[in-house]
């Protein structure tokens, strides 16, 4: 088959490689029809996660029909047209029986645990195409993937149902809607959203469904911008605008009651900490630059809540814990617990009560998926999703 | 490193234990001299079933890594194939000690110059998560020629094979299967 196989940075390339087997009871194979760059594929594009390996499939963002399924899945049936969450959960552990999927236990195969058990002092969840620290599995930007745990994690689509209207829930959707409820959003309360990437933007539709009065969408894209201002956020670019100034002066000087770091690890700014970050990670000391949380950290009001679904992955420094304590923040965060949520997101899809496609802005063939990838690198302003079509023929 | 909670609720423990405190792999043969390498994690399985499927000893090789099979030779005797194509051994054990849903340990008795003892232990976990389970494992002697011939069998030091095979079990015994993702068919790559 074909697939988007990473060798580095910034050098991604479709090649052939052998197709997926069913390999334990539980599997299923899915023949991909519509699968997505994620903007944390960027951050193993840009190399900042460790343990990827050259000829590594990336992907996690992915659907399709099922076509073959494993002698102990009693769920999925040949034919089936399935979304499939990046998460792969066993569904019976002490953290999938809490609806905790993303601390599944029992997912990453055991030969890579102990990496991630190292480094974060406890084994992660296996997911798709994500570095070895998450067990070196094979992502969906491909023909065909195996999903493991196959009766647990994949949302079965009626028929009549769009791709690009529920491709989402494999991640960003979820993702969004996660972020929203760990802001524990009251009457009256303002959100405050850095980044208007896709999550952010499903962040800001989220909160807004939640109750949110206000949500406030802070970028330096105008073309981003523009998406969160059609959901009704009002907006704030930082590259003309200081953010913690414009944010006590939209809040009457309270500060937002939550704030949702939408950015994560590679953030970008022009003020002096972002400069030390940036210098220090180019040449190996940190692997985290965390503008956008130390901006999160300080502009929350005392007593507000801190939602980090932006992802991070090793350490960082000048992190203001003061301002963390003194001001009695709680702080939420995590991968998303995407089968938690797979049931209600869905419905809600059906029933038209939340937008997917809005930010859909490229649809390339599998074969351009490197071009895809440089666009949402490099082009961020207007490019904000990039949909890969396994089954279609380049266009040249 | 906190050691104590391990053997605490434990009266006749056969093997003093000491915890390893990492599992990189890294422990080179002379680091595992005469050394008794346990490990614990929480299974959420009753005790009762654990014990059972570990008692047939045949059931081991499911999660043992570097283990082919076990053949059950009598209710106390069982004989190990080990290795790979490129280093086979085998080693008959008999039972120790057994406390029914709580305890088996075994020794070697013949056909291995890698002389050891080994134990599973089951306890009930706190708050009703099911079983704790610590393997045991001490070797009579492991520096030298046996060192590296357990470095061959294996292709892991026994601290990460105690840590890697007890995952793998809680894996097999919670959810019916051991997740891997081994090239090409569980994880294509190029």
């Known amino acids: 088959m074909r697939a988007l196989t990473w060798h580095g940075k910034h050098d991604v390339r479709v090649q052939t490689v052998p197709d997926p087997a069913i390999v334990n009871p539980r599997d299923a194979i899915i023949e991909i029809s519509s699968t997505a760059i994620c903007g944390s594929d960027l951050h193993l594009y840009d190399h900042y996660i460790p343990t990827m390996k050259s000829g590594d499939v990336l992907g996690h963002e992915f659907m399709g029909t099922v076509v073959e399924v494993g002698a102990g899945n009693r769920k999925l049936k040949i034919g089936q047209r399935v979304v499939v969450?990046?998460?792969?959960?066993?569904?019976?552990?002490?953290?999938?029986?809490?609806?905790?999927?993303?601390?599944?236990?029992?997912?990453?195969?055991?030969?890579?645990?102990?990496?991630?058990?190292?480094l974060y002092g406890h084994a992660m969840t296996g997911a798709f195409g994500y570095s070895?620290?998450?067990?070196?599995?094979?992502?969906?930007?491909?023909?065909?993937?195996?999903?493991?745990?196959?009766?647990?994690?994949?949302?079965?689509?009626?028929e009549g149902v769009e791709d690009e209207t529920v491709l989402f829930l494999s991640d960003i959707l979820p993702t969004g809607w996660m972020a929203a409820e760990n802001c524990a959003i009251e009457p009256g309360d303002t959100v405050a959203v850095w980044g208007c990437g896709p999550v952010g933007l499903f962040t800001i539709q989220s909160a807004l469904l939640m109750g949110a009065e206000r949500v406030i969408a802070i970028d330096e894209h105008p073309g981003r911008l523009a998406l969160a201002q059609k959901l009704g956020a009002v907006l704030v670019n930082f590259a003309n605008t200081p953010v913690r100034e414009a944010l006590a002066e939209l809040t009457g000087g309270i500060g937002p009651d939550a704030c949702v770091d939408a950015v994560g690890m590679e953030a970008h700014g022009h003020s002096v900490d972002n400069v030390y970050d940036h210098v220090k990670a180019a040449v190996g000391l940190v692997t985290d630059r965390t503008h956008a949380l130390r901006q999160v950290i300080l502009a929350c009001r005392k007593g507000g809540r801190v939602s980090i679904p932006g992802v991070y992955g090793g350490f960082t420094d000048k992190f203001p814990i003061g301002a963390l304590m003194e001001k009695g923040l709680t702080v939420r965060s995590g991968q998303t617990h995407v089968q938690k949520y797979s049931d209600k997101l869905l419905q809600m899809i059906l029933d038209g009560k939340i937008d997917t496609t809005f930010l859909i802005s490229h649809r390339l063939p599998l074969e351009q998926a490197p071009e895809g990838y440089r666009l949402f690198k490099q082009e961020q302003n207007s490019t904000t999703k990039v949909i890969l079509k396994p089954q279609q023929s380049a266009v040249h | 490193m906190a050691t104590e909670p391990v053997l605490t609720a434990t009266t006749e423990a056969p093997l003093s234990v000491q915890h390893s405190s990492t599992e990189d792999g890294a422990a080179s043969a002379e680091d595992t001299e005469g050394e008794v390498i346990g490990r614990s994690v929480t299974v959420d399985r009753p005790r009762s079933e654990l014990y059972g499927f570990c008692r047939d000893f045949a059931h081991l090789s499911r999660f043992m890594a570097g283990v082919r099979r076990v053949e059950v030779l009598d209710s106390q005797h069982a004989r190990w194939v080990v290795g790979d194509a490129d280093e086979l051994a085998v080693w008959d054990?008999?039972?120790?000690?057994?406390?029914?849903?709580?305890?088996?340990?075994?020794?070697?008795?013949?056909?291995?110059?890698?002389?050891?003892?080994?134990?599973?232990?089951?306890?009930?976990?706190?708050?009703?998560?099911?079983?704790?389970?610590?393997?045991?494992?001490?070797?009579?002697?492991?520096?030298?020629?046996?060192?590296?011939?357990?470095a061959r069998l294996f292709h892991r030091d026994p601290r990460t094979r105690a840590y890697q095979d007890l995952r793998r079990f809680k894996q097999l015994m919670e959810t019916g299967e051991v997740a891997t993702a081994a090239p090409p068919n569980a994880a294509p790559r190029a």
Do not use: K
Request: negative net charge; aromatic residues 8%; charged residues 15%.
């Open chain 1, 132 to 158: 070895h620290l998450t067990g070196g599995y094979a992502g969906g930007q491909a023909h065909y993937a195996r999903v493991p745990f196959a009766d647990v994690g994949p949302i079965v689509i009626p």
């Open chain 2, 93 to 150: 054990t008999e039972v120790v000690e057994t406390r029914a849903d709580a305890l088996i340990a075994w020794r070697t008795v013949s056909g291995t110059e890698l002389l050891h003892r080994a134990q599973l232990e089951f306890r009930d976990a706190a708050g009703g998560r099911g079983t704790v389970v610590t393997a045991t494992i001490s070797y009579e002697q492991t520096g030298g020629r046996v060192g590296e011939m357990l």
């Open chain 1, 85 to 118: 969450p990046f998460v792969i959960a066993c569904g019976q552990c002490f953290f999938c029986q809490r609806q905790q999927y993303a601390g599944c236990d029992n997912s990453n195969p055991s030969e890579t645990a102990g990496m991630s058990e190292l």
